[in-house]
């Protein structure tokens, strides 16, 4: 075991967990006044029920003797064998309890992401269940395939720090999400603007904050790894966020902060899976595409006329398919080659990788939105939805007039 | 007594108190209202997407004068006001039936 490595893990811990109330005030931005709460609320609650369930036995089923390929057994339920020690833990230099709470935040982080989708009109009751039951049945398995010595990771694709397990996957949800609740009221009639966008402005900074944490993180040690991740975190949300004004100049006219903010998360989410395989200068190409594909993802999105709120599937999708691709073109170092350094191979195995997540989290998060929607009831009546989340799911406000 | 009720726009606040200071006008009420003439709403865009606002935010003073400092207040407002574009606003005078200080217990005029 070593002393820096564990003290370095758990200061990432600590900072991946930051980026959740981060997420909540970057998403509580962009609603209307009315539901501000209830948005943040969908981020925060999340802190509370997925730790709780990672205990019990989400850890458990991500990381726990594989079986299959395809889900780890109930060898940690209820943290039993997660000790002080390395022992039964995926690295000899942490404490395996230090693993298991780093993966913790992150399995927090994830559902998180995917309330961008439903926001506005997602009942309080159904929102907990389904992100209950999605941790259990869509995240512990995907984090086991990829980190867990599951069959994605047996064929050899790479995913740093979590283009597929938390992007993807939660991008693919926010797709079902959007099928099987439908438009908001008055969708594509009314104008939905965003009612505090320096709050937003706010959690994109917190965001990129502690993305450092979920990135140089997963290095898992202190080390020269780390430190590369670090660096193609931070450049390649720059790049990100030009990306992204650039397009907005090209395409509307002018530059706007919300896009920067946006930019800059672009960036991240595509850096994400390729953050400790690629050098700097490919992390500022992946930024700086995830600022354009991202945003194009977006307007996209007003021609299909789906209404995904906060554009999740825009910025995660997106921007976690194209890290995912990334990967397999730009990876050079930690023993991974891509195609532009003479392995074309790699990049078959991301695409397979990112066929497979989508077509998994998709379909399960489709079924889950359903079985959700039939017992407790996913969606608000037009009546809540108008007075407004805040009062009709929690009665309470954001704003006194 | 008349209420001279300014509409116009919200930066223009402070010259037209300034203006109304001088000649000796000595309380104010001021709103922030929203609404459409001439001038028409204008564009915002939010990820690419495009909505068009129609109320523009204006500001709103009232002030309630004797008659015979209704022309004065008018001239001094307007003049304070006015850029010479679209969406300057508007002055309504409205006749007030009665005034109570509610301190005194004062009416009419001597209210004002």
């Known amino acids: 075991m070593n002393a820096a490595d564990t003290a370095f893990v758990l200061i990432c811990s600590a900072l991946v967990m930051f980026m959740t109330p981060g997420l909540a005030l970057f998403y509580g931005g962009m609603v209307r006044s009315k539901n501000v709460l209830a948005t943040i609320m969908q981020s925060f609650i999340l802190l509370g029920l997925v730790s709780v369930l990672w205990a019990v036995a989400g850890y458990t089923l991500a990381f726990g003797k594989d079986i299959g390929g395809v889900i780890g057994g109930l060898d940690f339920l209820f943290l039993n064998g997660v000790g002080l020690d390395a022992t039964g833990g995926p690295v000899e230099n942490i404490p395996h309890m230090a693993f298991m709470i780093f993966q913790c935040m992150f399995a927090v982080i994830t559902p998180a992401l995917i309330s961008g989708a439903f926001a506005e009109r997602m009942r309080f009751g159904g929102f907990l269940l389904f992100s209950a039951l999605w941790i259990l049945l869509v995240y512990a398995p995907m984090a086991h395939w990829v980190w867990g010595k599951g069959w994605m990771a047996e064929m050899g694709a790479l995913d740093f720090a979590g283009g597929a397990v938390v992007h993807m996957s939660s991008a693919a949800a926010a797709l079902a999400a959007t099928v099987v609740l439908g438009k908001r009221k008055g969708y594509g009639s009314q104008a939905f603007m965003p009612h505090n966008l320096p709050m937003t402005v706010l959690g994109a900074g917190i965001l990129w904050f502690g993305w450092f944490g979920f990135n140089a993180g997963s290095a898992l040690a202190a080390d020269g790894f780390a430190v590369n991740a670090f660096v193609t975190t931070h450049m390649a949300a720059a790049a990100g966020a030009l990306g992204w ?3 907005e100049r090209l395409h509307s006219g002018k530059a706007t902060t919300l896009g920067a903010a946006s930019g800059a998360v672009a960036g991240l989410v595509a850096i994400t899976p390729a953050a400790g395989f690629v050098t700097v200068m490919p992390a500022i190409l992946i930024g700086l595409g995830g600022g354009v594909f991202c945003f194009l993802g977006v307007i996209l999105k007003s021609k299909l006329g789906y ?13 976690g398919t194209w890290g995912a691709i990334a990967t397999g073109l730009f990876a050079s170092i930690n023993k991974a080659t891509g195609l532009f350094y003479g392995n074309p191979s790699q990049l078959w195995i991301q695409l397979a990788s990112v066929a497979a997540t989508w077509a998994f989290c998709f379909t399960a ?13 996913l969606r608000a009546s037009a009546e809540e939805e108008d007075r407004g989340m805040d009062l009709s799911q929690h009665n309470e406000t954001g704003y006194q007039a | 007594m008349k209420k001279v009720e300014i509409i116009t726009r919200t930066f223009k606040l402070d010259d037209i108190k300034a203006a109304l200071s001088e000649i000796g006008i000595k309380g104010m009420t001021v709103s922030e209202v929203k609404g459409f003439g001439r001038q028409g709403g204008h564009k915002e865009v939010y990820r690419g997407a495009e909505y068009q606002v129609d109320f523009v935010v204006k500001v709103k003073i009232e002030v309630v004068v004797e008659d015979s400092r209704v022309a004065d207040v008018v001239a001094a407002a307007t003049k304070a006001a006015r850029t010479g574009q679209v969406g300057d606003g508007k002055i309504f005078v409205i006749p007030v039936e009665e005034v109570v200080r509610i301190r005194t217990g004062e009416t009419g005029d001597a209210a004002v």
């Open chain 1, 245 to 247: 004004i650039l397009m």
């Open chain 1, 307 to 319: 209404d995904d709120s906060l554009d999740v599937i825009g910025v995660h999708g997106v921007g």
């Open chain 1, 365 to 377: 998060s489709l079924i889950l939105f359903k079985l959700v929607d039939a017992t407790v009831g």
